[in-house]
């Protein structure tokens, strides 16, 4: 019987680095590990649509520094004008609940996410939010296939199980392009893994992408090009 490993917690410490960054002695730990996954559930939910992709948590002494990777930006910061509120109320919103959850000082940070549809985790939602909205599995795991290949990467292998398109029984299918070695270390591999609460019952959407040691996405490439061409 095949014995699976996550691909992330596979190469952490050899090209992933750890999600959570920062040190406790026994008896702290296992509190600081709980009080993670609350802010990673409160985070997860207020910011259900704007395309999060990866929360990045530090901490220093009795401060927490919260990274939000997300492909829309100005969702998390919430624009000016609303209700007369100033650019940037909702993320400050977001940081006094979460101040008030762990009772300590809490900075969170916005990154932005320029290849969302490079990148394992929101292709795995995209999936799953489409299979939710009644589309067809092979048509969006083809959609996806295509638009990744385009940015340029190396390989993605996409997977899905569950009761698929309304199905009476289970069943698993999957899709692969390019070359996603998941035996090699040095390989850069991303992963991700989303759910479609379908009415049929639930999907489970699990994403693999091969990216290059120097990858771009060719967008990027494109107007770093036509940047370069303006100036010369």
Same mark, same amino acid.
């Given at each position: 019987m095949g014995q699976k490993v996550n691909p992330i917690g596979f190469r952490v410490g050899v090209d992933h680095d750890w999600r959570s960054r920062w040190f406790a002695d026994k008896r702290s730990f296992g509190d600081l590990l709980a009080e993670d996954n609350l802010i990673r559930d409160i985070v997860g939910k207020k910011l259900k649509d704007a395309a999060v992709s990866e929360i990045r948590i530090?901490?220093? %002494? $009795?401060?927490?520094? *919260?990274?939000?990777?997300? =492909?829309?930006?100005? @969702?998390?910061?919430?624009?000016?004008?609303?209700?007369?509120?100033?650019?940037?109320?909702?993320?400050?919103?977001?940081?006094?609940?979460?101040?008030?959850?762990?009772?300590?000082?809490?900075?969170?940070?916005?990154?932005?996410?320029?290849?969302?549809? %490079? $990148?394992?985790?929101? *292709?795995?939602?995209?999936? =799953?939010?489409?299979? @939710?909205?009644?589309?067809?599995?092979?048509r969006a795991m083809k959609r996806a296939q295509k638009t990744a290949m385009d940015m340029g990467v190396e390989g993605i292998k996409m997977l899905a199980s569950g009761r698929i398109n309304g199905a009476e029984l289970s069943r698993t299918e999957w899709m692969k392009e390019g070359k996603v070695p998941l035996h090699t270390l040095r390989a850069k591999i991303e992963y991700g893994f989303a759910e479609a609460l379908t009415t049929a019952g639930q999907i489970g959407v699990k994403v693999w992408i091969c990216k290059a040691d120097n990858y771009q996405p060719r967008m990027i490439k494109r107007e770093r090009r036509d940047r370069n061409a303006s100036h010369a």
């Open positions: 530090e901490r220093y %002494a $009795n401060r927490v520094r *919260v990274n939000i990777h997300t =492909a829309r930006p100005g @969702v998390v910061m919430g624009k000016a004008g609303k209700d007369g509120a100033k650019a940037g109320a909702d993320v400050e919103a977001l940081r006094k609940e979460l101040a008030k959850k762990t009772g300590k000082e809490v900075y969170v940070e916005v990154t932005e996410v320029r290849d969302a549809d %490079a $990148n394992a985790q929101l *292709v795995a939602e995209s999936i =799953a939010q489409q299979l @939710v909205r009644r589309i067809t599995l092979k």
